[in-house]
């Protein structure tokens, strides 16, 4: 039975391809844009550079600042160089951190955004901004911040190492996880989770093992894409609220957490998401209990699954617990301080999801 449901599409332009960077001066021009910005972090600096030169004389500079959660101060000063520079646009390349330093650009200055992503997060497909002052993150909806266009190419990643990408890449199978049992769920977005699910599924494990296998890297990309797309289009519910209280309180690292949460959050829901449970049990290549396949996943391929080794205290956890409860949000299960703070439990010693033997 189809439940009822409201749709609403956002804007999306992609260009996906290995090579597809090559095409970034047609999209500049297609949106009419003479000077722009090109955004990165320091440590991709060479690849900001890279692209830069493939847009030859539109490129008013590279401004190698981005860091994780877009510090205000850092989105000051990459408004003020675009403002002194005369762009009339920016290219933000990199991860969820030069695609937000864009993003904080595009909420002052409306400038239009071009994302190149290099990481799976997936920011690039979603109008969600958020900005870091005095320890506290704002976040917001705005459709200005949405990137235009987005330029998918797959060589770009091959640099990014095994670890970041099997993190990166859960993370990105988390907003597909909680996009399947989100309240504003609907069949065809419903649809880019399951499929970008698979794709990922599949495709890390390839991409770990060896990093310049090509096909797998843009295999794990189209995942990223239609993950990163369902992020846009649903509400986030237990897993991403424990996330961003943990990174938030704690300063845990943002797809790491992501990664040692997911299997506990979906283990908690799985009993009231049974739609959600078979679409993953699909993806997942026709397991029972989509939640343990995620956390042999992870185990699979070598990344954290643990909140204890990213660093957490275990006298953290009731305040986490208290935390995560403070305000109701949608979820399919209800949400109790007991419940959570057992998942966080689990989740900090690094034993199975829901009371499954290692
Ligand atoms: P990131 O952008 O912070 O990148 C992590 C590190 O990897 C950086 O040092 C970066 O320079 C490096 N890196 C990136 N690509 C590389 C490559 N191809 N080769 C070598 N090194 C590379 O990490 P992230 O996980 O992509 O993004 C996390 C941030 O994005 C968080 O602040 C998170 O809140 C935000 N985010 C926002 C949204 C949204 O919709 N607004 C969605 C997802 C994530």
Not at 4 to 30: C, I, N, W
Not at 52 to 64: F, K, R
């Amino acid at each position: 039975m189809i439940v009822p449901f409201t749709y609403q599409a956002l804007p999306m332009r992609v260009v996906f391809g290995a090579g597809s960077v090559a095409k970034l001066p047609d999209e500049v021009a297609a949106l009419g844009l003479h000077r722009v910005l090109v955004v990165c972090s320091p440590e991709q600096e060479g690849t900001g550079r890279q692209v830069a030169a493939a847009l030859g004389d539109t490129a008013a500079g590279v401004l190698a600042e981005a860091r994780m959660h877009v510090p205000v101060e850092v989105a000051h000063r990459a408004r003020d160089v675009a403002r002194e520079s005369g762009a009339d646009g920016v290219v933000a390349v990199g991860g969820g951190s030069a695609v937000g330093l864009g993003k904080a650009i595009a909420l002052e200055h409306g400038l239009p955004v071009i994302a190149v992503p290099t990481t799976y997060a997936g920011s690039e497909m979603t109008p969600v901004w958020g900005l870091t002052e005095g320890g506290q993150k704002r976040t917001g909806r705005d459709v200005r911040v949405l990137p235009r266009s987005v330029v998918y190419d797959a060589e770009l990643t091959l640099t990014l190492p095994g670890q970041l990408s099997a993190t990166s890449g859960m993370n990105a199978i988390a907003h597909a996880v909680e996009g399947l049992y989100a309240p504003d769920a609907t069949p065809i977005i419903s649809l880019m989770a399951e499929e970008g699910t698979r794709a990922l599924a599949a495709a890390l494990p390839r991409v770990v093992a060896d990093g310049s296998d090509l096909e797998g890297r843009g295999e794990a990309q189209y995942g990223a894409w239609l993950c990163g797309a369902v992020l846009a289009a649903t509400t986030m519910s237990l897993h991403h609220k424990l996330c961003h209280t943990l990174g938030g309180t704690l300063d845990l690292p943002h797809a790491p957490t992501h990664t040692v949460v997911l299997p506990h959050a979906l283990a908690y829901n799985q009993p009231a998401a049974p739609a959600a449970v078979a679409a993953l049990s699909r993806a997942l290549g026709g397991v029972d209990d989509p939640a343990r396949e995620l956390w042999e996943l992870a185990g699979r391929l070598g990344a954290p699954r643990s909140l204890a080794e990213l660093g957490m205290a275990e006298a953290d956890i009731p305040r986490i617990a208290e935390l995560a409860v403070a305000s109701p949000y949608a979820n399919p299960r209800p949400v109790t301080r007991e419940g959570v703070e057992a998942l966080l439990r689990a989740a900090w010693a690094g034993v199975p999801p829901g009371g499954g033997t290692p």
